[in-house]
């Protein structure tokens, strides 16, 4: 009987209806929740039996929920530097305890704070992973989530880093006199050293090897002919590194006619990068020299003012307490320390998958992979398809509350209708059941 294949379409409809309230009452109560993706409602017909023209059996309606994981939400200013957002396709990656073992969860909310042991996890306790930086700040991307640590920029405090490059701009007086001829001619990398070549110029500058120890660096100067110097870098003492006479860096300096540095005329050997090998057996690691470009004023220069460092630069150093968390937009995490110096520790990844609509939401506003997202892929944000990380910025739920409050007016109209349908064939039937007496 058509009649109770409409009984069966009505309870369909309340099924599919409280299907539909149901997703509009879990967007309305994460219309605050950062990083949440709302869902979406749709429904499909069942069709009845339909064979005979003389007969139409009523079908059902069937609700199927589906969370637009691809919408991005708004990026909201916050006033938090380990608050992050990300502008365009991917997920961080982060894991349920910072120890290691865990399965990795996706997630957009990017509201990460420091816990009690200074590691960074979000308000759904998710630990959020990166790679550590070497000493260089390199890392390896071998494609999955084993090299992955959680984040904590504290251990750094106390710890220390080695210099790595020298600048300076120092001017060389044109008009001093040209060194003793003799001595020039017979000269040999660490005559300066040793003053056996008088310098007539000298720029003491400190470096650091990997325990943090200060050891000393002199850059002396002689001049040799119009527009020639000879300059040597070595340490001071002598004693301190292994090389002969404590020399690591010799060599011909030239300058053009305009005093600017000749770079393509000059003896290479002194401004290549040099590795110290200290004789406390501390580590090192090479040793930039920045000194100038070829024509360059900007770094050794040859004009009439006094010889002079109008300044100079040596990085690495002694790592105070760490003052603050700094996240660049290409996902490196920088420990800001008191003193003002910055040094990068973390690399964060981005996680990509094919069908980003595809995963599966899981507690905690995070998602896991699956056969129709496909596997997910790590790299730096900003590559292949990974958008890039705004600090201080949180993504804001996709949910709209003007939209969910009208589809409430709509499915709960849609149900009262459907339990319109059911007491309606509900007194239909009982006229027929009346029928026999």
Known sequence: MSLYSALSAGVAGLSAQSNAMASVADNITNINTVGYKNVETQFSTLVGDTTSGSKYSAGAVVASAKALIS???????????TDLGIAGQGFFVTAASPRGGETMQLTRAGSFTPDKEGYLKNTAGLYLQGWPLDAKGGYVNTGNTDALTAIRVSDLGGTATPSTKIQARINLMNTTSSSDPVKVAAYTAGDLADGTLPSQFGVPIDVYDQQGGVHRLQLSY?????????????????????AARGVLASGEIKFNADGSLDLTGSDPGYFNAFTPTWTNDAGSLPISIELGTD????GLTQFGSPSTPYSKFAD????????SIDVSTTGVVSAVFADGTKRAAFQLPIATVANPDGVQRISGNAFLPTVESGTFSINAPGSLGAGLIQSKKLETSTADLAEEFTNMIRFQRAYSASSKIITTVDDMLQEVSNLKR
């Open 316 to 323: 690495g150093g002694v790592l105070g307490s760490v003052a």
């Open 295 to 298: 024509k360059g004023t900007t």
């Open 222 to 242: 002689a001049k040799k002919d119009d527009n020639v110097w000879i300059g040597e870098i070595h340490a001071v003492p002598a004693s301190d590194v292994t």
């Open 71 to 81: 919408k991005q939400g708004l990026l909201a200013t916050s006033g938090s530097t």
